[in-house]
């Protein structure tokens, strides 16, 4: 069984489009993430959740909205998609137990690919 | 921003050889994860160090960190074609806060 998943795999959309990301993980975690994954490979963080709550929220712009529908659930919402916005978006999940930390589960990633 | 960086960027190996990676942070942590990425796939969780620890082992990896230096090596031994990916370390700042490196693209030729 697929630990966090994420559809689709690939999006290819142009400018203006809105465009959402779903993400689902079955380890029972309490906290799930966003990050964007560039062309030069680095990752940064864009969100976690904890509990339904946000408690990261990076500079990102206000186009992006995670929703959180239930502790398994961390979608990524889009607006007004911008040619920048290409990029790999990875969903990942983490047991965190006060404030230890546990490794962090990887989605397989979704290609966003505006034109 | 970023917090951890790797070096080298690329290292390009022998099978059976080892393979030794960097990575230098610029503030307190609480502990350091490296991932191992495999092209088009996601991140996998090789290893955890915490900040009181200085040592650590999985099988064939080894992992140091100085806290003194803000620096962590991680060492892979005996190294095989499979090993080839990209090698990420991360380290939380805060809360939660985890920040990941631009990763060292490791080679192992058969």
């Known amino acids: 069984d697929t630990a966090v998943s994420q559809t689709p795999k690939y999006l290819v959309t142009q400018m203006g489009n809105d465009k959402s990301i779903k993400c689902e993980q079955n380890?029972?975690?309490?906290?799930m993430y966003w990050y964007k994954q560039d062309s030069k490979k680095f990752l940064k963080i864009m969100f976690s959740y904890n509990n339904k709550e946000l408690i990261i929220n990076e500079t990102v712009p206000n186009r992006f909205s995670p929703k959180s529908p239930d502790k398994a659930h961390l979608n990524l919402h889009i607006n007004s998609l911008e040619l920048g916005d290409s990029a790999v978006y990875f969903c990942?999940?983490?047991?965190?137990?006060?404030?230890?930390?546990?490794?962090?589960?990887f989605g397989p990633g979704t290609r966003l690919t505006v034109t | 921003s970023q917090q951890g960086e790797e070096d080298p960027q690329a290292l390009s190996i022998q099978e059976g050889e080892n393979a030794t990676m960097n990575c230098s942070y610029k503030t307190s942590i609480n502990n350091l994860q490296w991932y191992r990425q495999n092209s088009g796939r996601g991140l996998v969780h090789l290893i955890l160090?915490?900040?009181?620890?200085r040592e650590k082992h999985s099988g064939r990896l080894r992992v140091t960190l100085d806290t003194s230096k803000k620096s962590s090596s991680l060492l892979i031994t005996a190294s095989r074609a499979a090993d080839t990916a990209s090698y990420f370390c991360a380290t939380d700042l805060v809360y939660n806060d985890m920040r990941f490196g631009a990763g060292t693209r490791l080679t192992v030729k058969p």
């Open positions: 380890l029972g975690h309490d906290t």
């Open positions: 990942a999940s983490s047991q965190v137990r006060g404030r230890r930390y546990y490794e962090q589960y």
């Open positions: 160090i915490r900040s009181n620890e």
